[in-house]
């Protein structure tokens, strides 16, 4: 069984910073292509950042130069670093996994930038 689940959601203030881990079993970690996506009430899903098996990472407009996706194969973990935080990064965060034409996501956690 695949799991995914998400942690270090919360509540912070403009301009803090939150790093959300997503833990990984059942699933080949290693040629897993791993994602972070995010929705907020009334809005559509959106990437947010994704980073393949071999590393190369992508990222939404909105948050180049502010968060990092990483992953860590020993640990089966993705992270998200997010930095300078803004009021619009409000939403749930969704970790998800890609291997082959599979697809796995986490319940997701919330993260809440008050102004």
């Known amino acids: 069984q695949v799991q995914l689940v998400e942690s270090g959601g919360g509540l912070v203030q403009t301009g803090g910073s939150l790093r959300l881990s997503c833990a990984t079993s059942?699933?080949?970690?290693?040629?897993?292509?791993m994602a972070w996506y995010r929705q907020a009430p009334g809005k559509q899903r959106e990437l947010v950042a994704i980073?393949?098996?071999?590393?190369?990472?992508n990222y939404v407009d909105s948050v180049k130069g502010r968060f990092t996706i990483s992953r860590d194969n020993a640990r089966n973990t993705v992270y998200l670093q997010m930095n300078s935080l803004k009021p619009e990064d409000t939403a749930v965060y969704h970790c998800?996994?890609?291997?082959?034409?599979?697809?796995?996501w986490g319940q997701g956690t919330q993260v809440t930038v008050s102004s």
């Open positions: 998800k996994a890609s291997i082959v034409w599979r697809e796995y």
């Open positions: 059942g699933t080949n970690f290693r040629v897993a292509t």
């Open positions: 980073i393949s098996s071999g590393g190369t990472t």
